[in-house]
């Protein structure tokens, strides 16, 4: 280590290598750079056993911490502990034997082969005029099958692309064999499969006793594979906790500044994140928006079409229910996940009165109803006009006559007007008007 983190407290020593302390430990981390504050009272912890993710805006102070962790950063105020005792009393051989680091940096000066680059690994577990032995042979070796690179271990560094130098990075930071890692972005340059293939390695690093600390930009990558999310914003720790816990609409509001969706992932039932940008002039992105923007709203409509307007006006935060939708479609599923009130019917088959009604009571009580693509019949009634004998094929076309005021909107439209038609269902916005 370079720099020893500085460290305020108690100054005891920890149990060291194996004991019950945490593989790393962050209270009250400060650091600037010159007059420019970066991060102000870090507080994170990472246990055995446990990927901690962190996340956050561009410039929210991620590789910071990282950098201040593994001793390359100077805090200004602050204690780190690697596995209960202080970084800056660590040599950096010993330090090197605890953590090792992954940076999203990849730029290596030298032409060394791909080999050698993942032999530095060892060099904490080696003296000064040590050669390698057969043990460190072998976690060359392993590593580098685990990472993916063995294939072309001779091939010189400057001659693989950025995303399989990621890879060797991560083989290196494997054969130094620590109980802790640091990760800076890990997946950046790598394409899908390798990026799954990334932090399954990680995952099963540390379900095996290991913790890593990895900063993930992709948040559903971080919902995925992560115990814990620590989200850095404004300088500080915004939230931390398991994924279900922290990333909801409203914290990412806070900390990113845009709106998002989140809904749960089929195939992992892990948290999936929707972000959209934030339209200027409706109050999105602005936590502190006039909660007179927030709209009780009815939605008509199905399949993919629906699914992202209810996606799209949970993420603005209105109030929603949905219906009458049939059971598995799209539009319900999001309905769920935007804790929406739903009226489902079984597909393929007649809705019965007690649904339609449901749907009616629904649209009759909401500030708004918003037909996507039409709705149910583009020629019917508002305001409680009852439907034709025509209409009664179609129980939505009775919910679309149910409503005081009806917005049609075109799902594949302009976000803005979209919002804009449902915050002013009276005005040119409303009615007609496609979004």
Known sequence: MSAGPTAEGDGSGGEGIGGDEPLVE???????????????????????????????????????????IKGTLAPDSGR????????GDL??????????????????AFDFRVRHVVEMGRTPHLGRFDGHGADDDRAVAKAMDAAGVARFADRSITEVSGGERQRVLLA?????????????????????????????????????????????????????YCD????????????AG????????????????????????PATGTPAVTAFDAVEGTGEGDADADDADRRRLHVVGRGRAASRVVARLAAAGHELSVGVVPEGDAAAETARDADAALVTAPAFEPVDAEAREAAVALAREADATVAVGGGANDGVATGGVPPTESDRADPNAAVLAAADRLVEVDADGDAGALLDAVRDPDGDAGRSRDA
Request: proline letters at 5%; zero cysteines; glycine letters at 10%.
């Open 228 to 239: 814990r999310i620590v989200v850095l914003a404004n300088g500080g720790v915004h939230a």
């Open 242 to 265: 398991p994924p279900d816990e922290v990333l909801t609409a409203d914290a990412l509001r806070a900390a990113f500044d845009a709106e998002a969706f989140v809904g749960r992932n």
């Open 80 to 87: 780190v502990r690697i596995d209960g005792d202080r970084a």
């Open 91 to 108: 040599s950096p051989r010993e330090a090197g034997r605890r953590v090792a680091s992954v940076p999203q940096e990849t730029s290596l």
């Open 26 to 68: 962050v209270a009250g981390l400060t650091v600037s750079f010159g007059d420019v504050p970066v991060v102000a009272g870090v507080d994170l912890r990472v246990e055995r056993g446990e990927l901690v993710g962190l996340v956050g805006p561009n410039g929210a102070g991620k590789t910071t911490v990282l950098r201040a």
């Open 172 to 224: 290196r930071a494997l054969a130094q064999g620590t109980p802790a890692l640091l990760l800076d972005e890990p997946t950046a340059s790598l394409d899908a499969n390798h990026a799954v293939r990334t932090l399954e390695l990680v995952r099963d690093l540390v379900d095996d006793g290991r913790g890593a600390l990895a900063a993930i930009h992709d948040l559903d990558m971080a919902a995925r």
